[in-house]
Nanobody, 115 residues
Framework: QVQLVESGGGLVLPGGSLRLSCAAS????????MGWYRQAPGKQRELVALSTSGGTTNYADSVKGRFTISRDYAKQNVYLQMNSLNVEDTAVYYC?????????WGQGTQVTVFS
């Protein structure tokens, strides 16, 4: 079982940047697919970015070219660099670890983009 703790959310103006961090502990980080999800008020949780255990990455169409997911295997951290933020990116962002369909979640971190 893996424990996940997110950090790095906050308030930002449109066009600004934020970097989210997720610290994983309690299990071998490398075997998990690691992802960032977000949930805006009144909407379903959606996958934003995925980093697979095999080394590939995938992004939601809405964030391609603006967000970058990365992993630090030594520190067992996963990051989400978010650039060119807009108000539609406002949501609670959750770190996720997926091991063959068994999901673990962090507590979430709020990102608010306002003008």
């Amino acid at each position: 079982q893996v424990q996940l703790v997110e950090s790095g959310g906050g308030l930002v103006l449109p066009g600004g940047s934020l970097r989210l961090s997720c610290a994983a502990s309690g299990s071998d980080f490398s075997v998990y697919n690691m992802g960032w999800y977000r949930q805006a008020p009144g909407k379903q949780r959606e996958l934003v970015a995925l980093s697979t255990s095999g080394g590939t990455t995938n992004y939601a169409d809405s964030v391609k070219g603006r967000f970058t997911i990365s992993r630090d295997y030594a520190k067992q951290n996963v990051y989400l660099q978010m650039n060119s933020l807009n108000v539609e990116d406002t949501a609670v962002y959750y770190c996720n670890a997926d091991f063959f369909g068994v999901h673990f979640w962090g507590q979430g971190t709020q990102v608010t983009v306002f003008s």
